[in-house]
């Protein structure tokens, strides 16, 4: 132990010092040596001799800093082809839901329920709840624009932190209707409709009507996800993983209405719902189109250098890759990333290095036309002019 030999040492003898004393002599509290055991201390070499001095570091920051250099991602993408790159995403795909999971669940019986329907002017609107799982309900709004011609294209719209799903289909905490676009997230899921887009839009696990009762008692507002995250981590599994798991439920509901095309869903979000956006995108292929807001960086610029709400994490992904190493599993299907240039918490260096990343793996897949970003003048919000362009055109 620690260098310190306990030979000749008796049972007895071990059994009759006091917990300090023992302690002490096997080195697990810094103290002077005791003299009967001089000799065996003296006469164990000192493994560290010669090499290099240890650098001094108290600082937490400092020490992930450095930390985080010392790490070698085994999933890089290298491939070289179009065939080794599909080789790298059957590889990496089911890494990656190792690593978000566990694995996944198996899949129950949906049993989907309209609770209750609205018609507005340019679109009826439906608020939907289905199983994700044993024991899980999502609850989600139907968003079908007068215009629509079945059977056509639909976004799944997931929200950011903030009041939930109804922050972007328009409803005030009062439950009145908002005249006009507004917060962060702007609405996006109204804005699909605008377009004549339909639009799943869920309300993911631990925002709104899905949050414990501490935070519903905290403000409207307030989310459960430091508990429920944490409680997934102990069971070997991530709040991305549960969402993205509703993400994939959502795609079996959509494709149970005849209303909507199922070679045309696609997926957007702002903040975490672009996380749940990426991550769904990485390890669902039904999804046609992602388009993240507010997300796509590179770890060391976002959620390695920036704290965040603990459901942005999933331990050890680092050792798989950087987040613009993953889009890989997203190509060759059409990627959008949009970020603003103030963004305090998804830093447009990192944005920016992400996207140029996926650029050239998009290349490999021989997909360069498929991926596109727009960098704004804002700070971390929705902004939907380039990006509402590219789903028109690739969905």
């Not at 905490?173 to 006009?180: F, L, T, V």
């Not at 997230?185 to 409709?193: E, G, H, R, S």
């Not at 996207?355 to 490999?364: D, L, S």
């Not at 804002?378 to 028109?392: A, D, L, P, S």
């Amino acid at each position: 132990m620690n260098g310190i030999s306990l030979k000749g040492t008796t049972e007895r003898d071990k059994k009759n010092m006091n917990r300090r004393t023992f302690l002490e002599v096997t080195g697990l509290v810094a103290a002077g040596a005791i003299s009967e055991f001089q000799p065996a201390i003296a006469a164990t070499p000192d493994k560290n001799a010669g090499t290099r001095k240890p650098t001094r570091v108290l600082d937490s920051e400092e020490y992930t800093r450095l930390r985080i250099q010392t790490v070698k991602p085994s999933m890089t993408f290298k491939a070289q082809s179009p065939a080794q790159a599909r080789d790298w995403q059957k590889r990496t795909r089911k890494k990656l839901i190792e690593q978000l999971m566990g694995q996944f669940p198996e899949k129950i019986d949906l049993a989907p329920e309209t609770v209750e329907r609205r018609e507005f002017d340019r679109y009826t609107r439906e608020k939907i709840l289905f199983q994700s799982r044993d024991n899980l309900t999502v609850k989600a709004y139907f968003l079908l624009p007068k215009s629509f011609r079945a059977p056509g294209r639909c976004m799944i719209c997931l929200p950011g932190h903030g009041r939930g799903v109804d922050d972007i289909v328009g409803i005030e905490e009062n439950g009145a209707m908002r005249s006009a676009y507004s917060g962060y997230q702007k609405d996006f899921a109204l804005q699909c409709t605008d377009r004549g887009i339909a639009a799943l839009a869920i309300e993911q696990l631990a925002f709104g009507e899905r949050r414990d009762e501490r935070a519903r008692k905290a403000g409207a507002e307030k989310s459960s996800c430091d508990q429920a995250t944490t409680v997934a981590f102990m069971l070997g599994e991530t709040m991305i993983g549960w969402r993205v798991w509703d993400v994939i439920r959502a795609i079996d509901y959509l494709e149970t209405r005849k209303e909507i095309d199922p070679r045309r869903i696609g997926a957007m979000g702002i903040s975490g719902g672009g996380t749940a956006t990426f991550w769904s995108a990485c390890v669902e292929p039904r999804i046609k189109v992602a388009y993240v807001s507010g997300y796509f960086c590179r770890f060391d610029h976002c959620i390695l250098a920036v704290p965040h709400c603990v459901d942005n994490y999933i331990p050890g992904i680092y050792r798989l890759g950087d987040m613009p190493e993953f889009s890989g599993l997203i190509a060759p299907r059409p990627l959008f990333a949009e970020s603003g240039t103030k963004d305090n918490i998804f830093l447009i260096d990192g944005v920016k290095a992400a996207v140029a990343r996926a650029r050239e793996i998009y290349k490999v897949f021989k997909a360069d036309d498929r991926i596109d970003a727009e960098f704004f003048e804002g700070e971390h919000q929705f902004h939907g002019i380039g990006g509402f362009q590219f789903v028109e055109k690739r969905l």
